[in-house]
């Protein structure tokens, strides 16, 4: 699209979670040194939280690829299973053999196995589960259930939830008051300061082989305003100044650039006064788009 025009080696801004682009943001890094410090200590429930878009996937990509030796992994990227469905993936990812035919209750016998030899092996099982606010409520509780596995020594099984706020006003009730007693390390993720948003892109730019002077301080400023210094925001309001940028044939992204930018992209910080370039803003966005197509 528009990296050789701005002799980019990568796309900067994209919105699938790339570990290359890790910006360790105070935030993110405290958030990592709660994991390896609730990991290293063999506690049950370990749990991040934030806003959507904030970098929870990041992390725990981050998370999954810094692995120690001595842990055995299970990732869990869908939460919307059933109590079977969420012991039958455990099962697959702890390379547990069974036959089709198995009842839940002999999957479960040798789900607690598997975690005993594992454990015998020096292993340290941890189960990192995604979007964990979509996790249904008796899946919730089957999953309190499977931590109940232990020796005397130390748990057989450890859990790392990552999720939206939705996730803390759940385990806020009183239904689950003795899974919430079992989270002995929690992080909330906190959203960027303005100088953490100007890092944040000059960094990516960089990465990406791009000079950080590639937006002027204007356009960061108008990205801080409009992002509210959410990461996925950030790299949304990014991407589309630079495709406006391209489509008009500029080597620099404007405040103008950004403020069109926000026109066109949800849930972005926009006052009255501002609706008023809406109409105009989709116009040059789309000028824009039709710009690079013929390019």
């Known amino acids: 699209m528009y990296a050789a025009h701005f002799n980019l080696a990568l796309t900067p801004f994209s919105l699938t979670p790339d570990t290359r682009f890790y910006v360790g943001l105070p935030q993110h890094e405290a958030a990592l040194a709660v994991l390896n410090t609730a990991l290293a200590a063999g506690e ?6 934030g806003e959507v878009g904030t970098g929870k996937t990041l992390l725990c990509r981050l998370l999954l690829k810094q692995a120690q030796a001595d842990w055995q992994l299970a990732y869990l990227p869908d939460p919307s299973v059933s109590p079977l469905e969420l012991r039958w993936a ?7 053999k ?4 198995i009842d839940a209750s002999q999957l479960l016998q040798l789900l607690q196995r598997q975690l005993i030899l594992l454990a015998q092996s020096g292993k340290k099982i941890i189960l990192v589960i995604d979007e964990a606010q979509g996790l249904p409520d008796d899946t919730l509780e089957s999953l309190r259930l499977l931590t109940n596995l232990e020796t005397e020594q130390r748990k057989l099984l450890q859990v790392v939830l990552f999720g939206q706020p939705e996730l803390d006003q759940r385990l806020a009730s009183q239904q689950f008051r003795q899974l919430r007693q079992r989270i002995s390390f929690s ?3 906190p959203v960027m300061s303005p100088a953490q948003i100007r890092f ?3 960094h990516r730019l960089q990465v990406a082989g791009a000079t950080p002077a590639l937006f002027n301080s204007f356009a960061l400023l108008a990205i801080g305003r409009y992002s509210r210094g959410i990461p996925r925001l950030v790299n949304l309001l990014a991407h589309k100044g630079l495709m406006l940028a391209y489509g008009e044939g500029k ?4 405040a103008r650039h950004i403020r069109f930018a926000a026109e066109d992209t949800e ?8 609706y008023v ?4 803003g989709a116009a040059v966005f789309s000028a824009a788009c039709v710009g690079w197509m013929w390019r």
Do not use: C, M, Q
């Not at 049950?44 to 939280?49: D, E, N």
């Not at 080597?251 to 404007?254: A, F, K, N």
């Not at 849930?267 to 501002?274: A, E, G, P, Q």
């Not at 370039?277 to 105009?280: A, F, K």
């Open 44 to 49: 049950g429930f370990i749990k991040v939280t």
């Open 90 to 96: 455990l099962a697959a990812e702890l390379g547990l």
């Open 98 to 101: 069974y036959s089709a035919n």
């Open 187 to 189: 992080y909330v993720l």
């Open 200 to 202: 944040y892109v000059r």
């Open 251 to 254: 080597s620099r992204v404007t």
């Open 267 to 274: 849930d972005t910080r926009r006052s009255k006064r501002h």
């Open 277 to 280: 370039w809406l109409l105009s």
